[in-house]
């Protein structure tokens, strides 16, 4: 028996210290003036290398929504993942929101750390950070900020506006640092305010193009602006109901001509700087377009990019993307494949603005629509004489990419007496007639890492040899800002701000067609292809939508002109709704004028057949329920509820 | 010392039998069901088949730290159910629906199976749905006869007839539509309207030849108000090609 009683003594014994060690734990005091890193504030900010190396952080975690995610660009119409699974297309119907819930915490851990950092700069003195320094750090670090709101209200609508340091004080009460969300003009007046202020200040970073610059804090007011402009325009007039009482979602259209006004200025003082100019050295106007997004040096035309100089901190985009003919890895293709709708939105050079781009002469599998084919002698000719933009952002049959054939071809069709018919083999097979059955890089309809499209990317692969190989990390850059976007910027301001009949704003058509027939001619056409008399705003948002295509602009675009539930309106038979493949074919018939030939077929993509359904509540994203258990006084947004 | 360790083995076994136990639930039992009707009538309301995704009714419980709401699936019909324990609950509808937004909470005490009806106002409704085909094999027309019943203040934006291969039909789901708006339906007398739309089948050219070795489709007629993202639907009719 007196051996239990020390087991127990012993069991006891080992109590107290669980105990003791759990009070101590719980009781320490965070120090809520630091970041969580293990540096304290008063090391960095007095230490210019330390404090760098905190700066280009912030930079590598703002928020961009492409390189990073591989379904991301195939959300709208230009693009259906033809990846390794066919779960990226699941978003075809939108349901309630689409991949941009759930970045709230992100956003404001992202802002709170910019709000300590700020506090410390202005705080934390001494070191080799000169006051010079501090000032340009202070600049830089609220530019960021801005940017973070930006990408928040483009998503959300208003958010609550924090620019100071919160601090709780461990009182049990929280409700001190629980905000209600601000308006969202109140939002975008924040961030046209923040850049006036700061503009300025960052002068010294001119020569650069990773870290924000005088000039790439404009672009953000331009397009911010603008943005603004066409929410307070069109909300009104097309969504009315897509609005909050309180503003926080929507803003009076009373407003636009301000916000058009504010966009205009900043895209002038860009203009006008004289400091970008429009890439223009390849006398090959397709190959010039794929230089100009890729080329790194002596680049006159990006104002700010995402640069992945850092060894191993590049991405793997060429890996998931590269056209499945020429890929270097043994896995992989296609996980953003182009499609026909985007194909077809480049216009013909010969023709007049506004004209349909529609592809000569396609069938659509059925034999009826085989009195429809054109022959094409070389697979290319039907793509002749559009813009070379076409060129320059999609891989297309009958080109080189990488010094390499792009090898698309889907089957052959043979004759048999009274009709065409089609068929297809393995990838890189040979018909018996020696010729090509079906293309190393396909199509096929719906193959894991083979084009469902027809189509395969250019822009933003990486053109360095063995950059799309397993764990290769490309140092090709993502872009944010260019002055091709700040012309289209100006156009669309210049020409809104004449529609809506501002004083002193005639004469805007004109302006607009000036900035646009600049950036078309770089694309082939001829001069003064877009004049004041002839153009409309589905030219200009079309001219937006090939320029920018891949850019992350086209989501946010259809949502700004409250178009995207017209033209995503769930029907199979909406053309719009729709994403299309161009699946080409060689004619097999030895002894005909057409043997060698080329025909075209154009059908709705098997891969993901479900049309496109843009409900009213996709214009702004869900706020997760777990936002409103921290703080109640989050209103949710429109038809949340 | 036998004992001891016999008694220390017994308690370890049975602290680990009884975190077993506490860890395992019972799955929910209890079946709420129901459906969404018309208010003031027992008439159910036809809506779009996927949208169960859309969590059009809510459920939700006190007691709990965290509201997280528990989503409800609706069929086309405009029917649900769901598998529940027995307790209190707080039934919401989305005011995304098609339907005039109302986010009073209705009280739900579900014990055993419960039925329960949601009462809603449509902006529209539509009754009396018919359907007449005319023309030759593949040429087929059709043309749906239905009424339309103003019922909220919010004015019509469109009425739309779909054609489906399979008995799920809405804007998501259909080979082909036609649809009349706003103007062209024209006014409502005394809250009503009866109208017709015309649809063709769609010729093989543009579609697969399965569809024509069926000798049915189906057809329902939907009704959407103005800036208002869903339609109201009608039943759905199987419509025998001759």
Redesign the interface.
């Known amino acids: 028996m007196k051996?239990?009683y020390k087991?127990y003594l012993i069991f006891g014994a080992s109590l107290l210290t669980l105990s003791a060690c759990k009070k101590n734990f719980l009781d320490r005091q965070p120090n809520v003036t630091q970041s969580s890193a293990p540096i304290p504030g008063s090391k960095i900010w007095t230490d210019k290398a330390l404090a760098l190396g905190v700066l280009s952080s912030f930079y590598a975690q703002l928020p961009s929504h492409s390189f990073g995610g591989k379904s991301g660009m195939n959300v709208t119409d230009d693009a259906l993942s033809g990846g390794s699974s066919t779960g990226d297309n699941t978003f075809a119907?939108y349901?309630?929101q689409i991949g941009f819930d759930n970045q709230w915490n992100q956003y404001y851990t992202r802002i709170r750390n910019i709000n300590l950092a700020l506090f410390n700069l202005t705080t934390i003195t001494g070191g080799d950070v000169l006051p010079s320094d501090r000032k340009l750090f202070i600049a830089e670090l609220r530019y960021m900020r801005a940017e973070i709101y930006f990408d928040f209200v483009k998503q959300v609508g208003g958010v609550p506006i924090i620019t100071e340091l919160q601090v709780y004080d461990f009182s049990g009460d929280p409700t001190y640092l629980q905000k209600a969300r601000n308006t969202e003009a109140e939002v975008y007046d924040f961030i046209n305010s923040e850049v006036d202020a700061i503009a300025a200040d960052l002068i010294p970073n001119n020569a650069s193009k990773s870290r924000i610059n005088q000039y790439g804090a404009l672009a953000l007011k331009s397009r911010a602006m603008l943005y603004a402009g066409s929410i307070a325009q069109f909300n009104t007039a097309l969504?009315?109901?897509v609005s909050l009482a309180g503003g926080e979602v929507g803003i009076p259209s009373s407003k636009a001509v301000d916000y058009y006004q504010k966009s205009f200025a900043a895209s002038q003082a860009i203009l006008n700087s004289g400091v970008y100019s429009l890439y223009e050295s390849n006398p090959n106007l397709g190959e010039n377009f794929f230089d100009m997004y890729s080329k790194k040096s002596g680049n006159p035309e990006v104002i700010w990019a995402r640069d992945y100089l850092i060894p191993g901190s590049g991405h793997n985009f060429s890996y998931d993307n590269i056209a499945r003919s020429i890929r270097e890895d043994n896995l992989s293709s296609s996980a953003t494949s182009p499609s026909l709708n985007l194909v077809e939105a480049f216009e013909y050079t010969n023709r007049p603005a506004g004209s349909s781009g529609e592809l000569l002469g396609t069938g659509?599998g059925?034999v009826?629509?085989q009195a429809n084919w054109i022959f094409y002698a070389k697979q290319q000719d039907i793509f002749a004489n559009k813009d070379a933009r076409l060129y320059g952002n999609i891989a297309y049959p009958g080109e080189l990419m990488k010094g390499a054939s792009l090898d698309i071809q889907a089957g052959i069709y043979t004759w048999d007496g009274t009709k065409y018919v089609s068929s297809t083999g393995a990838l890189g097979s040979t018909h018996t007639d020696g010729g090509r059955l079906t293309g190393l890089g396909g199509p096929q309809p719906n193959v894991n890492e083979v084009s469902p499209t027809g189509f395969y990317l250019r822009k933003l692969i990486d053109p360095v040899i063995g950059s799309s190989n397993r764990g290769v990390t490309n140092t090709l850059w993502w872009v944010r800002y260019r002055l091709g976007e700040t012309y289209l910027n100006a156009a669309e301001a210049a020409f809104q701000l004449d529609v809506l009949g501002a004083p002193g704003t005639t004469g805007g058509k004109t302006k607009a067609a000036e900035y646009l027939s600049r950036l078309r001619q770089r694309a082939g056409f001829p001069a003064n292809s877009i004049t004041a008399a002839n153009i409309t705003l589905p030219i200009l948002q079309n001219e937006r939508r090939v320029e920018l295509c891949f850019e992350d602009h086209r989501l946010w675009d259809i949502k700004r002109w409250r178009i995207a539930?017209t033209i995503f309106?769930?029907?199979?038979?909406t053309p719009s709704a729709n994403v299309y493949a161009l699946f080409g074919y060689r004619i097999s018939r030895p002894g005909h004028p057409d043997h060698n030939k080329f025909v075209y077929d154009k059908f709705i993509a098997p891969r993901n057949t479900?049309?496109r359904?843009w409900?009213?509540?996709n214009y702004y994203a869900y706020i997760d329920?777990?936002v409103?258990?921290n703080n109640p006084k989050i209103k949710l947004n429109?038809?949340?509820? | 010392?036998k004992i001891?360790s016999y008694i220390a083995a017994v308690a370890v076994v049975s602290l680990l039998a009884a975190c077993v136990k506490k860890d395992n639930f019972d799955p929910p039992s209890s079946i709420l069901s129901g459906r969404i009707v018309q208010l003031g009538t027992t008439t159910p309301l036809g809506v779009r088949a996927?949208l169960d995704?859309?969590?059009m009714l809510e459920l939700r419980q006190r007691g709990f730290p965290?509201?997280?709401?528990i989503g409800v699936y609706v069929k086309q019909d405009g029917s649900f159910s769901a598998s529940l324990y027995d307790g209190d609950y707080k039934l919401?509808r989305?005011?995304?629906g098609p339907w005039v937004a109302n986010?009073d909470t209705i009280n739900v005490t579900v014990k055993g199976a419960t039925t329960v009806d949601v009462p809603v106002v449509p902006h529209q409704t539509v009754s009396g749905f018919t359907v007449a085909v005319s023309g030759t094999k593949p040429a087929y027309v059709f043309t749906a006869t239905f009424t339309l019943k103003q019922v909220s203040t919010v004015v019509v934006d469109q009425a739309r007839f779909f054609i489906g291969k399979t008995n799920i039909v809405d804007?998501?789901n259909?080979?082909?539509?036609a649809s009349k708006n706003a103007t062209a339906l024209g006014a409502f007398t005394n809250g009503s309207l009866t109208t017709t739309i015309a649809v063709n089948m769609p010729t093989?050219?543009?579609t697969p030849a399965f569809y024509y070795n069926k000798n049915y489709v189906y057809g329902r007629v939907g009704v959407k108000a103005k800036?208002?993202?869903?339609y109201t639907y009608s039943d759905v009719l199987k419509i025998t090609l001759p």
Do not use: V, W
């Not at chain 1, 429109?638 to 509820?641: E, G």
């Not at chain 2, 800036?227 to 869903?230: A, K, S």
């Open positions: 051996s239990i087991y119907t349901s309630n969504t009315p109901t659509n059925t009826a629509s539930h309106n769930g029907s199979k038979t479900n049309a359904n409900l009213l509540q329920q777990s409103r258990d429109p038809f949340q509820q | 010392m001891s996927n995704a859309q969590n965290l509201f997280t709401p919401t989305a005011s995304r986010t804007i998501s259909a080979i082909a539509n093989p050219t543009s800036d208002i993202g869903e």
